[in-house]
């Protein structure tokens, strides 16, 4: 069964500061690993979407890499804003869509 | 414009009662989710659909149901046998079925049964 994995489960960092995401699953048979950012109260917004041929996308400031192989897959940050504050979840795509438990990020003026 | 919408946004239930939420996208996908989000939890998988008139249990199934007889219309029956129903609930779509395709979600219905 496949399990996602995120940590650290929050974290606090100064505004500027770049910063990593990370994210692991058990089964490495999968067609692809999304990001999403979800603000309180509010449905999920899609980041990024690796597909399993590839191993990294990039979007402005966000940079998602995917190492099947190893289980792993992170997102970067670049240069991190107030606004970025919230919750980041990713999900593996396989036969069924499974997320981790997401990451509470908090950025600090 | 195309998206998913999810209706009604907040919903109040007597225990003991069956209530169904609304989830229509126009955006032609095939596969339909329904997910449920506790406090604090990532988004647990209820069921899903991969095509019209077919469905699987995802996770956890139990005191739902479910129908697909429109591509656009997925909706979820929350009922009296679902012992812990308060839960923010979301319903996304994808083009392409198991789970090949990008994931778009609805903005959620927050049921709370007094």
């Known amino acids: 069964k496949q399990e996602v994995t995120q940590i650290p489960a929050a974290l606090s960092v100064p505004e500027g500061e770049n910063l990593v995401l990370n994210c692991s699953f058990t089964d490495s048979a999968i067609y ?10 509010k449905g999920l917004t899609s980041l990024l979407l ?13 940079n998602a890499s995917l190492d099947k192989s190893s289980g792993r897959s992170t997102l970067y940050i670049a240069a991190s804003q107030p606004g970025d504050s919230a919750t980041y979840l990713c999900a593996v795509g396989d036969d069924k869509i499974i997320f981790g438990k997401g990451t509470r990020l908090h950025i600090l003026p | 414009d195309g998206g998913i919408t999810q209706s ?107």
């Not at chain 2, 109040?12 to 449920?36: I, P």
């Not at chain 2, 019209?52 to 656009?72: L, P």
């Not at chain 2, 679902?82 to 923010?88: G, I, L, M, R, V």
């Open chain 1, 32 to 41: 692809n690993l999304q990001w999403f950012r979800q603000d309180p109260g």
């Open chain 2, 8 to 114: 009604p946004k907040y919903l109040f239930r007597k225990e003991g009662q069956n209530v169904t939420l609304s989830c229509e996208q126009n955006l032609n996908h095939d596969a339909m989710y329904w997910y449920r989000q506790d406090p604090g939890q990532g988004l647990r998988l209820i069921y899903y659909s991969q095509i019209v008139n077919d469905f699987q249990k995802g996770d956890i199934a139990e005191g739902y149901s479910v129908s697909r007889e429109k591509k656009e219309s997925f909706p979820l029956t929350v009922t009296s046998a679902q012992k812990n129903p308060t839960a923010f609930y979301l319903c996304a779509s994808s083009m392409y079925s198991r789970g090949t395709g990008e994931l778009f979600f609805g903005e959620g219905s927050r049921l709370t049964v007094l």
């Open chain 1, 50 to 62: 690796i597909q399993s041929s590839q191993r990294e996308q990039t979007s402005g400031r966000l």
